[in-house]
């Protein structure tokens, strides 16, 4: 449904997006994950042709962005940052001006307007001025605009920005309810978002994608790259030196010690389990092992870990 | 089709703004309000001379009610020249905010990203100022209707006729340019200050004819926008008048809208 292929943006000379390239199936939820100023909104607003790439193809339901842009336009419902509201306007007006200029048709208006109000619950401000409404109904007014016109593409930047917990969990249940029908793409940089709504998700940095997969399998694949929690009997110096020892390890932080049990957390290399190699060493040199747990790496340390400064050695482990 | 149905829809959105807001009515109100004064004045002015000259007909005996005084001459042009200079005040009022307030609020990007073109936006929005100003023009004229209902002899209306169209059409001009100097800035205001700088800046042009200019400045002169009010406030259709104002709001409108695409290029 959304092919992009080595999509490049520089402004003067900054590259805000480098050598993109992604691909979205019919009805999937992608989740577009990355630091501020990752590239995200850039991306999404080249796929939505309010800017033109640099370099490179996107491809929107099988129209060229940029060589056919009124056709990827109607195909394309999106919610900007900040929803795209007129102050001055009431809810349902806004609506109705909405669909026109999206080439909704006389009778097919009305039903699609009162459908995007039902869906997105704003029935109750509907004779409302936008400018009394409060966040988190502007932003489902907008997501309304977004899914008036029936799109294939649902292009949604921050959906759940500035929302209270509950409003949240709303959003996510509604763009869940959307992906399948319409193909979804949102950005975010809350990472329980993605584990909660998105199929797949695309973890970009600096511009450039670092990593792309499912969120489960993205956990599970640098599970290894986590912290080994250790616990031994003996004197700290001395097992602290045997761990740093072990091949592989980068670093131990030593957590305290009870009742002369040390316990550290043991810092690996990505990809690699260290365990066995942890247990022999301590062992050999006459320390009791009492306990070695892998702590797993939740997406947030994931998340870190790939768009921290070490991103370039990160991305070809994942 | 579809074209007409978009620039509906922005003229419809646009109107909707201008009558949702206190601008068209502060607007209709000052001018109606200044095209009474200056029509009651002119009109007064008119009458003191009629009478006057009737006077001295009498005195010197020249029989019947002596020379008349043309309404046209009299009242009719000295009432469109001071309305156009209502217009140089009023249009940047009735265009700052059209792409001003749409970049500033963001909405620019909910317009960008519909299946609509840039001209059927360009176009939407100026047509909705012309539209509001031509209502004005149509609102003010009940004055000059009065004289209608109560003159013994009813003035020539194609004067009346001849000048609203080249008030129309030079205000109309800058219209054209005011929407394009609103997609320069995010700010209203300084949309509005540019216009109104603009706007004079072609207002003065016309000074530069005086019979001792040579030709450079008879050019410039010609460029002024309101030489060309003249012959139209005469009563008289000049065909190279109403194609000068058309081609100037050609121009701001072909400037407005390289300006709002080459902004998404630059961006």
Same mark, same amino acid.
């Given at each position: 449904m959304i092919e992009v292929e080595g999509l490049t943006k520089r402004y003067g000379r900054t590259t805000a997006v480098d050598g993109v390239s992604f691909r979205v199936e019919k009805g999937e939820i992608l989740g577009f994950l990355g630091p501020n100023g990752a590239g995200k909104t850039t991306t999404?607003?080249?796929?939505?042709?309010?800017?033109?790439?640099?370099?490179?193809?996107?491809?929107?339901?099988?129209?060229?962005?940029?060589?056919?842009?009124?056709?990827?336009?109607?195909?394309?419902?999106?919610?900007?940052?900040?929803?795209p509201l007129y102050p001055d306007m009431e809810v349902a007006e806004y609506l109705e001006f909405c669909a026109r200029i999206k080439g909704v048709e006389g009778k097919e208006r009305a039903n699609r307007v009162a459908y995007a109000i039902e869906t997105c619950r704003v029935g109750d401000v509907r004779r409302k001025l936008i400018a009394k409404l409060s966040k988190g109904y502007r932003q489902r007014v907008g997501l309304a605009q977004a899914i008036l016109h029936n799109p294939e593409v649902l292009i949604l930047d921050e959906p759940t920005a500035g929302l209270d917990p509950k409003q949240i969990i709303e959003t996510r249940e509604l763009i869940r309810g959307l992906g399948g029908s319409h193909t979804v793409i949102l950005s975010t940089h809350i990472l329980p978002e993605v584990s909660m709504t998105c199929g797949r998700v695309v973890i970009i940095n600096k511009g450039r994608v670092v990593a792309e997969d499912a969120p489960d399998n993205l956990v599970r694949r640098l599970k290894g790259a986590g912290t080994t929690r250790i616990e031994v009997r003996g004197a700290e110096a001395s097992v602290l030196e045997a761990i740093r020892a072990v091949p592989g390890v980068i670093a131990a932080h030593p957590r305290g010690s009870h009742d002369g049990i040390v316990v550290a957390d043991v810092e690996a290399e990505a990809g690699k389990d260290v365990r066995a190699e942890l247990a022999s060493a301590v062992v050999t040199k006459g320390h009791g092992l009492v306990g070695l747990q892998q702590l797993g790496m939740s997406l947030e340390e994931i998340f870190l870990h790939l768009t921290t400064a070490d991103a370039e050695e990160a991305a070809p482990a994942a | 089709m579809t074209a007409l149905r978009n620039i509906a829809a922005i003229f419809g959105k646009e109107w909707r703004h201008y009558f949702g807001s206190p601008i068209a009515w502060v607007a209709l109100f000052v001018w109606t309000m200044l095209f009474g004064i200056f029509f009651y004045f002119s009109f007064s002015f008119f009458l003191e001379q009629s009478m006057r000259i009737a006077q001295q007909g009498m005195e010197y005996g020249g029989g019947g009610g002596g020379m008349k005084i043309s309404l046209n001459e009299y009242m009719i042009r000295p009432l469109f020249h001071n309305l156009a200079v209502v217009a140089l005040f009023i249009a940047p009022m009735l265009t700052m905010r059209l792409f001003a307030e749409e970049k500033r609020q963001g909405t620019i990007e909910l317009l960008a990203t519909s299946p609509i073109t840039d001209w059927q936006v360009v176009l939407g929005k100026f047509l909705a100022a012309s539209g509001l100003y031509a209502l004005m023009i149509l609102a003010g004229l009940i004055n000059v209707a009065l004289i209608w209902s109560y003159?013994? =002899?009813?003035?020539?209306?194609?004067?009346?006729?001849?000048?609203?169209?080249?008030?129309?059409?030079?205000?109309?001009?800058?219209?054209?340019?005011? %929407?394009?100097? =609103?997609?320069? %800035?995010?700010?209203?205001?300084?949309?509005?200050?540019? =216009?109104?700088?603009?706007?004079?800046?072609?207002?003065?042009?016309?000074?530069?004819?005086?019979?001792? =200019?040579?030709?450079?400045?008879?050019?410039?002169?010609?460029?002024?926008?309101?030489?060309?009010?003249?012959?139209?406030?005469?009563?008289?259709?000049?065909?190279?008048?109403v194609v000068f104002y058309l081609s100037v709001i050609a121009f701001g409108l072909f400037l407005a809208h390289q300006s709002v695409e080459s902004q998404r290029w630059r961006a």
């Open positions: 999404m607003r080249i796929l939505t042709c309010y800017l033109p790439p640099t370099e490179g193809t996107a491809r929107v339901a099988g129209y060229d962005v940029f060589a056919q842009p009124m056709e990827v336009k109607k195909r394309v419902g999106y919610l900007p940052e900040t929803p | 003159a013994t =002899s009813p003035p020539d209306w194609k004067p009346v006729a001849t000048g609203a169209l080249g008030l129309f059409l030079l205000g109309a001009c800058f219209l054209a340019m005011g %929407t394009f100097v =609103s997609t320069l %800035t995010r700010n209203q205001i300084v949309a509005g200050i540019l =216009s109104f700088c603009l706007f004079l800046g072609m207002w003065t042009l016309g000074w530069a004819d005086d019979p001792t =200019s040579g030709p450079v400045l008879k050019a410039v002169a010609y460029l002024g926008i309101t030489t060309h009010l003249e012959d139209l406030v005469k009563g008289v259709v000049d065909l190279k008048h």
